[in-house]
């Protein structure tokens, strides 16, 4: 089954340090997210991106974030400048974006962020 | 999206089913019950979704209530490797409205015992 790829799995950065979280979604899925989770508490969305632009965002996703689809096949978020409230399990997904009955979402493993 | 009111935690027995409940008593007509389970902080896996009537696939069945306010998701065999939280959501699939809204509440805990 095509699955959600990330990378690192493990990211440690020094406060105030720039990091580049990498996903590789699913071939032909159209609408990608990034969610994130602290330890402990839920999962929580940060942002949409459909067509090259971000189709919705939370209150998390702040000017410190962004997202950008460098080439056909990636997917990335950025994070400008670190906190130690950063730190977190940040999952990707995909989905087809068809709006069809059987439209859900896919989920990568995670890349756990660690800011020191 | 309506909400979603969960247990915060259950046992079952290895073998045994696992009946997780989930109350949705405002949904609206046009929205499914989607579950996903995460494992140990993996990312959240799909396993089944439905409108009004019962489904069934390799994971797991739904059963929806009649007036659509409640769902249980039954585990016919549990095991070990089912011991996850366990997501119940309901959103609306049909629109290209809100695509991020796949809103993740506390979820139920499942520790499936030997």
């Known amino acids: 089954e095509p699955e959600v790829t990330q990378t690192p799995s493990h990211q440690v950065t020094q406060m105030g340090q720039e990091v580049i979280l990498r996903c590789v979604p699913i071939s032909n899925h159209l609408y990608f997210y990034w969610y994130r989770q602290i330890l402990g508490q839920k999962v929580e969305f940060l942002v949409s991106f459909y067509n090259n632009e971000i189709s919705e965002k939370s209150e998390i996703f702040d000017d410190q974030f962004s997202v950008e689809r460098p080439d056909g096949s990636n997917f990335t978020l950025k994070i400008r400048s670190t906190k130690l409230e950063d730190s977190a399990m940040y999952f990707c997904?995909?989905?087809?974006?068809?709006?069809?009955?059987?439209?859900?979402?896919?989920f990568g493993s995670g890349t756990q962020l660690s800011v020191l | 999206d309506a909400k979603t009111t969960q247990p915060p935690s259950m046992d079952c027995a290895e073998g045994r089913a696992a009946n997780l409940p989930c109350n949705h008593s405002?949904?609206?007509?046009?929205?499914?019950v989607y579950w996903y389970r995460q494992i140990h902080s993996q990312g959240p896996q799909y396993i089944i979704h439905g409108l009004k009537n019962n489904e069934t696939n390799e994971m797991a069945s739904l059963i929806i209530t009649e007036d659509r306010k409640s769902s249980t998701l039954i585990l016919p065999h549990a095991t070990l490797r089912d011991t996850a939280v366990y997501y119940c959501?309901?959103?609306?699939?049909?629109?290209?409205?809100?695509?991020?809204?796949?809103?993740f509440g506390a979820g139920t805990q499942v520790v499936v015992t030997p």
């Open positions: 997904a995909s989905s087809a974006g068809t709006a069809s009955t059987n439209e859900k979402l896919f």
């Open positions: 959501i309901v959103r609306n699939p049909l629109t290209t409205d809100s695509w991020g809204k796949f809103q």
């Open positions: 405002t949904i609206s007509g046009n929205e499914y």
